[in-house]
């Protein structure tokens, strides 16, 4: 049975096959890095939560009233879950709405229809609690996507919300169904790593509107929180470049690093780092670890295939899709964009074998991620294996 170009697009956007970095693709970079008290102690400063009034997951009397009116079937989790589902985003009920640009508590996504993903995780985990349902938050890779916000890249990542109904089955809602989601890269978090991503968000939000003070104060809570968080080191260290406190961003790029060997976001500010202070030797040496990286990365071929494809510049087009492809096979993407450069290339034998190809990757995701209705999907457990972050993490220097 054929599948129309369309149908066969939509339903690479929902069923997935893939894996953003295998456990090689590290940057390998030898930073001499170990721990200094002294900026320890300047960063990681605090005995307690400075925001212990902040309670993102806090349901109010009017969020419990509104679901107490709709929510009258409690025969089973599921039911629940379905009717909750509807609530958040149905038209006829709160029809929450996609908001990247701030981080909202459970109560202020409820009043204002719209948030973020963690936004609305908090909302919905705090819901599904209520009823007893299990409900816990998930980071998930996603397929990298950079925004520019005045002078600062951003890279959003991604979190949803994972309960379990028995022992062999778990669902998942996710506000942003159609993202393309990156298989073995989903992680349980509890609620406290949880917290320290919101309060990284916070910040970041906070850097971006340049209250840098502010910002420093978000990120310091977050590390209290979870002091391996990555991505809210290399924040801080953009915070404190911008105070010009250059040593200590150093430090918390470095740190960055150290934590996660992935963080190309956290070496391409040290790029930019070290060039600024005149040492390019050591930053022509990061950027070349960086393009070592991004070589190794299937999607970076990707999205230069894609922009040039944009270009016409086909025959490019060409080379890295086929460099994508190689790097990784099960990805029905990839098939799909090298069929139709094929297409313009004027090759349609080639072009009609690898869009068959596609729809073999799309078949065998299915068995994998299985979508159910709407936002909740039921999900075979083992494509929760591997650690992911969640968050927004910044930048200061170019693509």
Same mark, same amino acid.
């Given at each position: 049975m054929s599948i129309s170009a369309k149908k066969l697009t939509r339903l690479i956007?929902?069923?997935?096959?893939?894996?953003?970095?295998?456990?090689?693709?590290?940057?390998r970079l030898d930073l001499?890095?170990?721990?200094?008290?002294?900026?320890?102690?300047?960063?990681?400063?605090?005995?307690?939560?400075?925001y212990a009034d902040i309670e993102p997951m806090l349901l109010n009397d009017?969020?419990?009233?509104?679901?107490?009116?709709?929510?009258?079937?409690?025969?089973?989790?599921?039911?629940?879950?379905?009717?909750?589902q509807?609530?958040?985003?149905?038209? @006829? /009920?709160?029809?929450? #709405?996609?908001?990247?640009?701030v981080t909202r508590t459970a109560v202020q996504t409820f009043n204002d229809r719209k948030g973020n993903c963690l936004s609305v995780v908090n909302l919905y985990i705090a819901m599904a609690r209520y009823y007893g349902v299990d409900a816990k938050f998930q980071t998930v890779k996603v397929r990298p996507s950079w925004d520019r916000r005045g002078e600062i890249l951003v890279l959003s990542q991604h979190i949803n919300a994972l309960?379990?109904?028995?022992?062999?089955?778990?669902?998942?809602?996710?506000f942003t169904p159609e993202i393309t989601l990156q298989q073995l890269t989903a992680n349980i978090v509890d609620d406290r790593e949880a917290r320290a991503l919101y309060f990284n968000n916070l910040g970041a939000e906070s850097l971006i509107a340049t209250n840098y003070e502010d910002s420093i104060a978000y990120f310091k809570n977050a590390l209290f929180l979870d002091s391996d968080l990555s991505i809210a080191w290399n924040n801080?260290?953009? @915070? /404190?470049?911008?105070? #010009?406190?250059?040593?200590?961003?150093?430090?918390?790029?470095?740190?960055?690093?150290s934590l996660d060997r992935s963080n190309a976001t956290a070496i391409n500010n040290l790029v930019r780092f070290y060039r600024q202070k005149g040492d390019l030797e050591t930053s022509n040496r990061y950027a070349k670890a960086i393009e070592r990286f991004n070589n190794r990365n299937p999607y970076f071929h990707y999205n230069l295939g894609s922009i040039a494809y944009a270009d016409a510049d086909y025959e490019t087009a060409?080379?890295?899709?086929s460099e994508a492809v190689k790097r990784k096979e099960a990805e029905p993407d990839f098939y799909l964009a090298l069929s139709k450069t094929y297409e313009q290339l004027g090759q349609p034998v080639e072009a009609a074998r690898l869009y068959q190809q596609a729809i073999?990757?799309?078949?065998?995701?299915?068995?994998?991620?299985?979508?159910?209705?709407?936002?909740?999907?039921?999900?075979?457990?083992?494509?929760?294996?591997?650690?992911?972050?969640?968050?927004?993490?910044?930048?200061?220097?170019?693509?």
């Open positions: 956007s929902v069923c997935l096959l893939c894996a953003l970095f295998s456990a090689c693709n590290v940057i001499n890095f170990a721990d200094d008290r002294k900026f320890e102690s300047q960063i990681l400063d605090q005995r307690e939560d400075r009017e969020i419990i009233a509104y679901m107490q009116e709709h929510v009258t079937d409690l025969s089973s989790d599921l039911t629940i879950v379905d009717k909750l509807s609530l958040l985003f149905d038209p @006829a /009920y709160l029809n929450i #709405e996609y908001d990247d640009k309960g379990r109904f028995n022992s062999s089955t778990v669902y998942v809602v996710d801080i260290g953009t @915070a /404190y470049s911008r105070l #010009e406190e250059k040593a200590t961003a150093e430090y918390a790029y470095q740190k960055a690093y060409r080379d890295h899709f073999e990757s799309v078949r065998l995701a299915g068995q994998i991620y299985l979508p159910s209705n709407n936002k909740v999907r039921i999900v075979d457990e083992r494509t929760i294996l591997r650690p992911a972050s969640a968050g927004f993490s910044v930048r200061a220097s170019p693509l």
